[in-house]
């Protein structure tokens, strides 16, 4: 019996359930059940091309939980089937809740966003050492333009290595750079914005995540920063991707330091309710958690970036406004997508990672549009002697390097206990699944090649042969 085979049981249930439906969905008008079966479909397909183990997702389209559905397995070993109640950690997704607590607090008076945060932090002050006009404020954090030291460590679950405490790494951070100047991604300073949550509403940061943000809407998950034993028993446990070829293989539970910042465990159901307060101008299912203005303002990008407070913020092909942030720690990945437009959005989560194509598709389907699912790269033929001058080992100047391979008349690359097959495009150039980019190899030199380029985007990095 394959590893995946429950997957294969799951989707003849649902073709039968929901009947036969067109793979795009019918445009301006959005259908459940042709939404269910596609990204069904989907998501299914994804566990076998990337070798994860399990996926979980929410749907939400204006103040309505529509679908939540689970795939996969959350216990490898066990071959334990994930369900709606699986808990996975919801990685930087959680930075958009932390940024929502402190615009709560700034809608009661205690704060300002251009207040300096040196006003809050008492004995815990981040160190000034550049002596800049510009004092370091909330703005400044939320949106990754503090200038502050960066980083977060994780700490393995079993290490017995005392944690730093959230004061004595905020009284660490220090600017090296004047606010304003460069953005730069941070994790500090967002563990830093919790302190800042407890110091200034006076509690802890998990009784307060829970009492103003999460049960005003409707979360009932009870413990997302220190997880109960009861919690625990539902927890996915982590892996890395086998790639196309290779299975999922554990790997250790750990855990962030830096938890305001992403180190919180919830559901995709919960964190799709925080969504839907944010695509519906701070309310969900009758409850108001941030007012319209507040929620506006953490939707505009700051200093001429795409980040907002909390949000990344882009413009879809169809001119709407999006919201999004992703999320992962070692085994776990999360991601949140929502049209501001439309108020529609999705929430996934996975013991190891999962495609952007399906909130791409989620997006698409809730909205009505027309979508059609990418169609399975087939590669070219390529001469097997062609192959072997690619077969070796490759690093880069970002740092992956990953073994080339032939199997046959296929090229393989292996990062880690992920196997990829890579479809060739050009007998020069071939599909690169984990980075949705290529590969290029350079002219041979002796009967073998020693350099390459991958192509993501608009940006190339090269590798070396070693």
């Not at 808990?87 to 251009?114: C, N, R, V």
């Not at 495609?355 to 097997?384: F, H, N, Q, S, W």
């Amino acid at each position: 019996m394959s590893r995946r085979s429950p997957l294969n049981i799951h989707r003849l249930a649902l073709a039968l359930l929901l009947g036969t439906f067109p793979l795009a969905s019918q445009a301006g008008k959005f259908n459940l059940k042709t939404t269910q079966r596609v990204l069904t479909n989907l998501i299914e397909q994804s566990l076998e091309d990337y070798g994860v183990p399990s996926i979980s997702i929410a749907l939400v389209k204006g103040d309505e939980i529509v679908w939540t559905a689970a795939f996969g397995y959350s216990n490898m070993r066990t071959k334990t089937l994930a369900t709606t109640d699986t808990i996975y950690s919801t990685g930087s997704t959680f930075k958009s809740a932390t940024a929502t607590a402190l615009m709560q607090l700034q809608e009661q008076g205690k704060l300002s966003l251009d207040q300096p945060i040196n006003v809050h932090l008492g004995d815990c002050k981040v160190q000034d050492r550049l002596q800049s006009d510009k004092q370091v404020n909330f703005e400044h954090i939320l949106s990754h333009w503090s200038g502050l030291t960066v980083g977060a460590e994780t700490q393995p679950i079993w290490g017995r290595k005392l944690p730093k405490t959230l004061d004595e790494f905020t009284s660490r951070l220090y600017s090296v750079r004047a606010p304003e100047v460069e953005w730069e991604y941070n994790n500090f300073a967002y563990g830093m914005a919790g302190l800042l949550v407890e110091k200034i509403s006076g509690q802890e940061y998990e009784e307060y995540m829970l009492e103003e943000i999460l049960k005003p809407l409707g979360v009932n998950t009870p413990h997302p920063v220190y997880p109960s034993a009861e919690m625990v028993e539902l927890m996915a446990l982590p892996y890395t991707s086998g790639g196309s070829r290779g299975e999922p293989q554990a790997v250790a539970q750990v855990h962030y330091d830096v938890y305001p910042a992403g180190d919180i465990y919830l559901t995709p159901e919960d964190m799709a309710r925080f969504l839907g307060a944010h695509l519906n101008g701070g309310v969900f299912n009758g409850q108001r958690i941030l007012s319209e203005e507040s929620v506006k303002a953490m939707h505009e990008p700051r200093f001429g970036g795409t980040y907002a407070l909390g949000f990344t913020i882009e413009e879809d092909s169809n001119g709407n406004t999006i919201i999004q942030h992703g999320g992962g720690i070692p085994g776990q990945s999360s991601m949140m997508r929502g049209d501001l437009d439309a108020k529609v959005g999705v929430y996934y989560m996975s013991n190891s990672g999962a495609p952007e194509e399906i909130a791409k598709a989620a997006l698409a389907l809730l909205r009505g549009d027309d979508y059609t699912p990418p169609l399975k790269r087939v590669g070219i033929k390529v001469d097997r002697k062609i192959l072997d001058q690619y077969v070796g080992t490759f690093a880069s100047n970002v740092g992956v390097s990953f073994t080339l391979t032939r199997d046959g008349s296929s090229l393989l690359a292996q990062q880690g206990s992920a196997v990829w097959e890579l479809p060739a495009e050009t007998p020069e150039s071939f599909y690169y699944p984990p980075f949705n980019g290529t590969i290029t190899f350079g002219e041979s030199a002796a009967g073998s090649v020693d350099s390459l380029v991958i192509t993501v985007g608009e940006q190339e990095f090269t590798a070396q042969r070693q």
